[in-house]
């Protein structure tokens, strides 16, 4: 999306595949990545531990998910997986990575305020939103499904404040917040923070 609208292939088939909590995925050049492995294999253990997976017939909403890492990861200890993503190249991209590591209970699409309306139930929802955070749309949306649990992944911390004080203020409390180290020697970190619903 920040890239441009085209991109040509020079050599190859356009892709990288790169293996993560021991799956395999597929990239494309406009789909985001952790670019820290190593660090990427802890923060999704961390977010998978605080999102607290048990019985394997938790619905989970993997929002902002991307080329799909978090909810595919999630899968293997949940029933069902939905990934939702605005990114057109993304969406493709976890699809593919979906059948190409043989997961069976996850698939991407659906909005969030629909399945509210359809009186739809979600354990969980993971959220990893880019550094501007969420929007008080995809939040009132998120509120109006009534997740037990959220764990909201975060580059920016004063947005993710920002979208927690939301959270907070419509019946929700924040229970846990655990800092990553994404890229040593510099400024940044990602940030899992547990949000539960009261």
Known sequence: MVLGDQEKVLFGKGTIIDNLCGLEFEISAKSFYQINPVQTEKLYQKAIEMANLIDGEETVVDAYCGIGTIGLVASQKAGKVIGV????????????????????????????MQMAERGENVDVVFMDPPRIGSNEAFLSSLVELKPKRVVYVSCNPETQERDMK???????????????????H???????????RI
């Open 166 to 184: 939301y959270l907070v203020n419509n019946g929700y409390e924040v229970k846990r917040i655990q800092p990553v180290d994404m890229f040593p």
């Open 85 to 112: 993503e605005f990114n057109k190249d993304a969406v493709r991209d976890a699809i593919r990575n979906s059948k190409h590591n043989g997961v069976k209970n996850a698939s991407a699409g659906g909005f969030m």
């Open 186 to 196: 510099t400024v940044h970190c990602e940030t899992l923070a547990l949000i539960e």
